[in-house]
Nanobody, 124 residues
């Protein structure tokens, strides 16, 4: 059974930081590129950050460049999103996704598996 379990969400003040984790099981983690997407109320799910199979290359959405960092630990089957300098517009449910193919990393259709999501709220 494939599981992607996100954790680390919560309420944080503007300018603060959060660290999201996605624990993966049931797949050969090394064979999957991983990414984080987010979905705010009444908006489409959007790409936040992605990482290749070994963690060598990272990709970011324009709105989070310079503030968020994605990493992975293949020994622990874990992908992490470090979020700094958070803004109210970062408020959303954050989802972890896994793709085994070579499709466009920023496209939702490329992904084989998704987690249930974790809520991030940035508010004073």
């Amino acid at each position: 059974q494939v599981q992607l379990v996100e954790s680390g969400g919560g309420l944080v003040q503007p300018g603060g930081s959060l660290r999201l984790s996605c624990a993966v099981s049931g797949i050969s983690f090394n064979n999957y590129r991983m990414a984080w997407f987010r979905q705010a109320p009444r908006k489409e799910r959007e790409f936040v950050a992605g990482v290749d199979w070994r963690g060598t290359y990272q990709y970011y959405g324009d709105s989070v460049k310079g503030r968020f960092t994605i990493s992975r630990d293949n020994a622990k089957n874990l992908v992490v999103l470090q979020m700094n300098s958070l803004k109210p517009e970062d408020t959303a449910v954050y989802y972890c996704g896994a793709t085994s193919g070579f499709g466009y990393l920023k496209s939702m259709s490329a992904y084989d598996y998704w987690g249930q999501g974790t809520q991030v709220t940035v508010s004073s």
